[in-house]
């Protein structure tokens, strides 16, 4: 069946582009990345788009909850999607974390399983529930993490579409409309890929549905000339996000070392046993908030060195 959405046909209009360029049918795999929150059906997609159910044998395993980011690392699958060679990268667990380095280390891992780079970063949210304000800081954290350029090379794809299509196509993007006004980076995210995006029903994914994602991926390779998102560009961004945040992290630093002191001080006039415990507990977390914030600041330096030498064989550096 054909799809609904009329603008399908505006994804249409670049494969010629791709054909005088020679890309159309490359046999050069594409390596797609999926990236989103625990639970949102990343895994579930991967396995949609290889043609596998969700089964003790299926390329990714689907579990539930907090086990999924716990037990996992990045992996990379390949694959057949509509005669293209495919190279699928899950993530999970790593944009659950709200530690902006262990977020960084997860997708370093990732980028690494594939060193020719990234083809499309494929941005996975539920249609069936509300953008939440943890997604919205993983938003944040791909920017931050993959610089101006990431958008170029995403795409997004809604999941749980057999929730959200009861009422039909047009009704989802009018209740799309509406949590666009409401939430800025959901906003955002869909302002940045523009008619990239699909909305699906991963136990059901049709052959209209891969069609449209198979579209998708050859607009981004359009829009990049047949490029993928590279370690190099990669290496730029953690360079920009050192320079730019290494002296916000000092004065938080600074900050955390002066209310350290006072805090001391007042442990000092202090004649109450109970008072003094509840003190002694706000000391030792902000020694230990201390020691990681100086770790960090020490890893900065070293990877803005590391950062600059020429030719360098490092998959990433982490900040």
Request: with cysteine; glycine share 8%.
């Amino acid at each position: 069946m054909a799809s609904s959405r009329p603008y399908v046909s505006e994804l249409s209009t670049i494969r010629g582009p791709l054909k005088e360029a020679g890309l159309e049918r490359s046999q050069v795999p594409l390596t797609l990345m999926l990236l989103g929150k625990t639970g949102n059906g990343k895994s579930s997609l991967g396995n949609a788009l290889l043609g596998c159910n969700e089964s003790a044998e299926a390329p990714f395993q689907v579990k539930s909850g907090f086990i999924s980011c716990q037990e996992h690392e990045p992996r990379l699958e390949e694959g057949i999607i509509q005669e293209r060679p495919v190279n699928i990268i899950d993530t999970p667990g790593v944009l659950d974390n709200v530690n902006d380095e262990q977020a960084l280390d997860g997708i370093c891992k990732a980028i690494s399983l594939n060193p020719g780079g990234v083809t499309a970063f494929v941005i996975v949210l539920r249609a069936d529930s509300r953008f939440t304000k943890e997604e919205s800081k993983a938003v944040d954290q791909l920017q931050s993490l993959f610089g101006d350029k990431f958008w170029d090379h995403a795409i997004c794809v809604f999941t749980h579409g057999d929730v959200a299509l009861r009422g039909g196509q047009a009704a989802f993007e009018s209740q799309l409309k509406i949590a666009r006004q409401q939430v800025s980076n959901l906003d955002k995210i869909l302002n940045k890929v523009g008619v990239r995006w699909l909305i699906v029903d991963c136990h059901n994914l049709g052959r209209s549905k891969l069609t449209e994602f198979v579209l998708m991926l050859d607009s981004v390779r359009s829009k990049n000339k047949g490029e993928c998102y590279t370690n190099a560009l990669f290496k730029e961004a953690q360079l920009r996000y050192a320079k730019a945040n290494g002296p916000a992290l000092l004065a938080s630093l600074w900050k955390a070392k002066k209310e350290l002191r006072e805090l001391k001080e007042d442990y000092k006039q202090l004649k109450y046993k109970i008072s003094k415990q509840l003190l002694e507990e706000k000391i030792k977390a902000l020694e230990g908030k201390i020691k990681g914030q100086e770790t960090q600041i020490c890893k900065l330096h070293q990877d803005l060195a590391d950062a600059i030498k020429p030719a360098a064989k490092k998959y990433c550096v982490l900040l």
